[in-house]
Each structure stands twice: as C-alpha cells, then as structure tokens.
C-alpha cells in the first residue's frame, strides 16, 4: 500500500476524496443518488457475479447429491451395507457443519475480506470431495461431508454478501437471485450425474469427487476478481474502492459522480457508525479482532440492526422450517413410496421445477419486489401443501420409511392419487422457488455495513440449523403422526410465516444499501417503504 494512493489508516475513517476532488454543496445537489439510477450492471459486475455464483453452484451440487449416494454406495464404505445410522449421519453432517462455520464465516469476512472467505471455501469444497471420492470407510465419508459442510456453510454466508455488496442497487434482486439459479442448477446437476452414474460400479466416487473441479475452477479466476468496494472502504483501501466501482459503473450514464456519490456514501455511513460507538480501541487482555467481533455483535443486538437481524433469520427460518428440502433429501423415497416406476427421475422434476422457477424469479423480483412476491406466493404453497395433505389421507396403509421400495405400503397402482400428489408438490416447489427459496438469500441488504457479514452470517446460521432440524424430523414425522399432518404442519409454518411477512418484511427493492439503515431505524418500516415503492 502506498502512502500516497490510500488513505491513512491510524484515521481510517478520515474524509475519502482529496480536497480538490471534495464537491461543492452545488455539486452535490445536482449528483445523481445510486439507488435512483436505472442501472442494470455492465459486463463486469455481471463477470463476477457469474464467478462468484460458482459458490452456489458448488453449493447445491453438494446438498442434492446426497440422495443418489446414498443409494449407489451398496457395501464400498467399510465393507457393510450402510445402517439407518449412518445414512443419517452422513446426511445430516453436512448442515451441522455449514450451521457452525456460518457465524465464524461473518467474523473472518470482516478481518479478511469477502473475497478471502471465497477463496477459502473453494479450498474446502475440493478437499472435502476428494476426501469422498477416495475413502473407503464409513467414518471417511462422514469427515469428506463434514468438510462439505464448512465449505457450505461459509459460501452460502459470504457470496451473497459479496454479490450484494457490488451490485448496482436497482440491480441488486437480480443478481442476488443468480445465487439461487446457481444453487438450484447446481442441484439439478447433481440429480442428473447421480442418475447418470447410479448403474457404473462405484460410480458414487465420481459423484461425490465432481464436486472438486468447479472449486478448482473458480479458485483459479477469484484471484482476477475484485475485493468489494464497501469492504475496501472500511478496510481503508479507498483507491482500490474507487477502482472498483468505477469498473462496475462503467457504461452508465455521469459514472464519476455516480462513483463519487457512492463512495462518500459509504465513508459516511462508517463515519456515522464509528462516532455513535467512540470507537474504544482493545487494550491488553482480548486480541482487537475479538474486540472488534464483540463491539459488531453488542452492535447488531440494538435498535435498527436488531430488527434487520430479527427479519433476516425469520425468512430463512421460514425458508427451511416449510419444508422444501424434505422434498430435496428424500423426494426419490417418497416417490418411491407412491409406487412410482423411477423415482429418481420422478424426483429430478421436482430439481428442475425449483431451477426453471428460480428462473422465473430473476426475471421478476426486481419489478415485483421481495414482499410482494412473497405475499403472493406463499399462499400458493399452502393450498398446496392442504391439498397433498387431502391427497395422502385418502390412500391407504401406513407410511414405512425404513422400506418404502420393498414393503411398498401404499399399493397405488391405477390410482390418480400419486399423481395428485406429484401435482400439488410441483405446484409447492414452483411457488416456493418464485419467493421463499431466493429472497431469504437477498438478507445482506438489512444490515448496515459495520453489521452486514455478522448478521448475514447468523442469519446463514439459523437456514442450516433450521434445515439439521428438517433433514433430521421428516421421515420420524411421516412415521409418528402420518405424512398428512406432516405436511399440515409445513403449511402452519407457511401461515406463520406470511403473517410474519406481512407485518415486519418492509420492501427492499430498488433502495440503496446506505438508504436501508434509516428505514427501520425507528420501527419495522414497512408503511414507509410501501409509500416510497409506489411513488418510485
Ligand atoms: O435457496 C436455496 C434453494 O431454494 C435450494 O433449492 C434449497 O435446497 C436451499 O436450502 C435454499 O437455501
């Protein structure tokens, strides 16, 4: 770093731009704000979205995968069939892990930079399916998931945080929302390769050791991509900052002062926050990082921030408690179940259904908006849900998930019952995919930027343990008290959820990361940002 091109970082939040680049008051007044721009991104914040989507990829690659491995893996690890046990552990190790990497993720990516983090990951998620592809014991698989799951857990924390954090705010829904493309084709692919290789001999190793090279791909490009220009901000790097965003605004229309205006925005925005705190430096005792990590979390527990935390985890609660990914883990058992002649490409429809409504999510939720779409579609889903509940009281017998394929408990044949129900689980997943399954994701955007990766972070927290707990209680649940109320249970958590929504989810689109502070600065902000979305 040179003295002459950064600022001084004993005084990190000293005024960004050199005095002769200061603007006048009238300057100022004719700048245009970022977040009224109509601005979709040129090709370069689109490059390094696609990049960093790479982590999504990877992502839903390594959670939908599991279901074809659990069935191709016949007695390779350590010589047995696999026990309920072990497919339990194996399955369910993986959320764990992401769950306890996700908080220390938020931590990391402030002291690092979000990049790093990426980079990290990457290293994590090569590891771990090497790890599996080339164990021979039980034990081997349950340590490559595990590492899996820290690679998981860390990415699906700091990519929608570094997205969010480079895009163009009117951009910003849409290529959040690429994440989710990325996390849902990664899972559609998984469902493809686990089907392709579910008749070659030990063909599991190749489906698990996949897994490795979009990981290798990406650590290759991260090294050209850019660090964020809100990170380099408060990291002190204001040059670096300016570079980048002149990169991302490129093609638009008086790019300096839009640049200008950004950064000014940001240095203020760490200014204010560092005042309201008195910035107290660490002395003796804890190292400054701890110190640091201390002050962000006394920080995210207060007035606005806490709010922002409180609808943050809620969405993804919300996203995982409706139980989605029961369908995910286990849609091959319970077609299966149905007497389905193949399950498992019965169960691709369901992977494809979420990527190709994903899909349509990214067309729409910048001209819909985050509540809006979540109002509508949410309703969807539990009629849904009621409508498969009805569908599975009236067949017969009991659900045995121990045997599903053997014992086939409910012999179905020449029914249109199955058929009901395939239907009212397609229509779940397209609704699900158009609002609950990508806008948690948008979560960045609720938190100031001193707060933004912790919060982020927790909130990533509460979608893995959320999703331990589905993965964990769905097939007892289908046992224990019939897969009706299961699913009964599912939509409760929907209506739940919409109410939720309803009451403290203001609407997010088109506003500045800098702008969203002050909306729920006194309150939940939802009427202010109804009035604001309808004047915009
Ligand atoms: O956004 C994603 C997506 O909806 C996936 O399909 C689901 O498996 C994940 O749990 C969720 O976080």
């Known amino acids: 770093m040179t003295g002459t091109d950064e600022r001084d970082l004993s005084s990190p939040h000293a005024p960004l731009l050199a005095s002769s680049q200061v603007p006048s008051e009238h300057d100022r007044e004719h700048e245009t704000p970022a977040s009224e721009l109509e601005y979709s991104g040129g090709w370069f914040i689109w490059a390094l979205t696609f990049s960093a ?17 659990l069935v191709t893996v016949g007695s390779d690890l350590s010589n047995r069939t696999l026990t309920t046990l072990d497919k339990s552990l194996i ?24 990049r790093k983090v990426i980079l990290g990951a990457d290293a994590l998620f090569a590891l771990g399916a090497v790890v599996q592809a080339f164990t021979s014991q039980v034990w081997g698989m349950i340590l490559g998931r595990s590492i899996v799951g820290l690679a998981v857990g860390s990415a699906s924390a700091v990519t929608p945080l570094y997205i969010s954090e480079l895009a163009p705010s009117s951009a910003r829904g849409r290529l959040v929302t690429i994440l989710s493309l990325f996390i849902t084709g990664g899972q559609v692919v998984a469902y493809i390769v686990g089907w392709l290789f579910s008749t070659t001999p030990g063909g599991w190793r190749w ?16 090294v050209f991509l850019p660090e964020t220009p809100r990170w380099l901000v408060q990291a002190g790097h204001d040059v670096q900052a300016k570079s980048v965003l002149t990169k991302i605004y490129q093609d638009c229309p008086g790019c300096e002062q839009v640049v200008n205006r950004l950064v000014r925005d940001i240095s203020q925005e760490i200014e204010q926050e560092d005042s309201e705190l008195g910035q107290p430096k660490s ?9 640091d990590a201390l002050q962000r979390g006394q920080q995210l527990l207060h007035g606005g921030n806490r709010r922002a935390l409180i609808i943050a985890m809620m969405l993804q609660a919300v996203q995982q408690l409706c139980g989605f990914n029961s369908l995910m883990y286990f849609s091959a058992t319970i077609f299966a179940s149905l007497s389905f002649s193949s399950p498992t490409l019965t169960s ?37 849900l009621v409508l498969c509940a009805v569908s599975f009281s009236s067949m017969d017998g009991a659900w045995n998930s121990e045997a599903p394929t053997s014992n086939k408990p409910h012999d179905n044949h020449g029914s249109a019952v199955p058929l009901a129900i ?12 158009l609002g609950l399954g990508n806008v948690p994701w948008q979560q960045s955007e609720l938190f100031p930027l001193n707060v933004r990766s912790l919060g982020s972070a927790l909130a990533t927290a509460t979608n893995w343990g959320s999703n331990f707990v589905i993965g964990l209680t769905f097939l007892p649940l289908m046992e224990w008290i019939s897969p009706s109320w299961t699913f009964i249970l599912y939509a409760v958590v929907c209506v739940v959820g919409w109410f939720a929504v309803w009451n403290i989810y203001p609407e997010m689109s088109g506003l500045g990361l800098e ?8 309150g939940w902000g939802v009427k202010e940002s109804l009035r604001r979305s309808r004047n915009a």
Not at 53 to 69: A, N, P
Not at 207 to 222: E, K, N, R, S
Not at 283 to 291: C, F, V
Not at 422 to 433: D, P, R, V
């Open 515 to 522: 702008e969203v502070k002050g909306l729920l600065a006194d």
């Open 348 to 384: 691709l429809s369901v992977a494809l259904t979420n990527f190709l409504f994903t899909l349509l999510a990214f067309v729409l939720i910048d001209r819909i908006g985050r509540r809006r779409i979540l109002l509508y579609s949410i309703p969807v889903m539990v009629i849904a």
């Open 53 to 69: 989507g790479i982590s999504g990829l990877l992502f839903g690659y390594d959670t939908g995968v599991i279901s074809s491995t």
């Open 283 to 291: 002395h003796g005792a804890k190292p400054q990082w701890i110190h």
């Open 422 to 433: 395939l239907f009212c689980l397609t229509i779940y997943t397209a609704a699900y995919a």
């Open 207 to 222: 489906i698990v050791g996949i897994g490795a090279f979009p990981a290798f791909f990406q650590l290759a490009i991260l």
């Open 91 to 114: 399955t369910s190790c993986t959320s764990l892990f992401a769950l306890i990497a996700s908080p220390f993720t938020g931590v990391l990516a402030d002291k690092l930079g979000r």
